[in-house]
């Protein structure tokens, strides 16, 4: 029977002073922010908005997700380079878990990308709140 070690413990493994482990992956500090958006049902296709602090440049995100609650269409989640880096088109009233492991999780963050922000694809009828939940590891 053989001991196999995944790309982080075969790292940690070998650690010396010369060698230092990727920041956030193995034994950072994990943090979340949990925001709430209330929307007044008059938010228009395209519109942005903003959720939670900036990501410290470095942080890695871990998971997250984002909840709709009766306002309408399928809005991304993303940051200032990509509108839909952790989430393409949220299901209204329901929970929906960040789904893009390809720019998403395990997204490092930098200078344009520190800002989680949704964007509308339709215009808004109802009222109702968005809640976005992310958690990230720093160092």
Known sequence: MATLYSVNKTIERGITPATI????????????????????????AADVIQ????????????????TCDTMGGTP???DGVDVDAYV??????????????ITGIGKTITATTQQVS??????????????VVVFYTVE
Do not use: H, K, Q
């Not at 482990?21 to 008059?42: E, I, M």
């Not at 602090?53 to 997700?65: D, F, H, I, K, Q």
């Not at 088109?89 to 789904?99: I, L, S, Y």
């Open 21 to 44: 482990l990727a920041p956030g992956l193995s034994g950072g500090n994990v943090r979340c922010f949990v925001d709430t958006y209330v929307g007044l049902g008059t938010e228009s």
């Open 118 to 131: 949704l964007t509308l694809d339709a215009a808004v009828t109802a009222a109702g709140v968005i809640t």
């Open 88 to 101: 393409d088109e949220a299901t209204d009233n329901a929970v929906t878990m960040f789904n893009d492991v």
């Open 51 to 66: 959720f939670g602090p900036e990501l410290p440049v470095g942080a890695t995100v871990l998971w997250g997700s984002i």
């Open 76 to 78: 991304d989640l993303g």
